[in-house]
């Protein structure tokens, strides 16, 4: 009996990423059809336990301009959509989702967002973060700190109250605020 792999997805106006997540997948075959059928089989884990996937997608697609990679952690599936246009859902059937597919919101962009720049691509009008802490750099937190050493050489200033004035009390509203 075939196991299903997990797999995540995100799409945009034009194409829609599938990404299989399967560490060590030996023997992986993807096939991808015009009407939107997409296949998948590999081998994993220590015993060569078999994978398989079957979906029928929402479209139809562009076989001849989508993409497929297969790497070491997963396999990524760039489909390009046959028409322009947001999907509803990434399976043609309107029953519950599978278990195994999930929503890639690293990925993501919502359709009213899409024209946006998005992730790494984002403008900062050339602002330099370097300085802005994080990573392996030491606190600079100012607690840690000691408080500066007076000079005893320098005078003070200090501030004084003529004798005449009288505190506020605690009932009265200055007149000025």
Not at 65 to 70: N, P, R, Y
Not at 127 to 147: A, C, K, T
Request: a negative charge; aromatic letters at 6%.
């Amino acid at each position: 009996m075939s196991r299903h792999p997990e797999v995540k997805w995100a799409q945009r106006t034009d194409k829609i990423y599938i990404t299989i997540l399967l560490p060590d997948a030996k023997n992986a075959n993807v096939k991808l059809e015009p009407e939107g059928k997409l296949t998948f089989s590999a081998t994993a884990g220590s015993q060569d336990t078999t994978f398989e996937l079957n979906m029928e997608l929402y479209d139809k697609v562009n076989v001849e301009a989508s993409k497929i990679s297969v790497g070491l952690r997963h396999i990524l599936c760039v489909v390009e959509k046959a028409e322009k246009g947001w999907w509803k859902r990434l399976l043609k059937g309107e029953g519950k989702t599978p278990l195994y597919l999930k929503v890639d919101w690293d990925k993501w962009v919502d359709e009213d967002e899409e024209d946006e720049k998005v992730g790494g691509d984002a403008d900062f009008g050339g602002m330099d973060f370097s300085g802005m802490g994080g990573g392996d750099e030491p606190d600079s937190d100012d607690e840690d700190q000691e408080p500066p050493k007076e000079d005893s050489s320098e005078p003070k200033a200090t501030k004084t109250e003529p004798e005449d004035s009288k505190p506020e009390s605690i009932g009265e509203v200055p007149a000025n605020v």
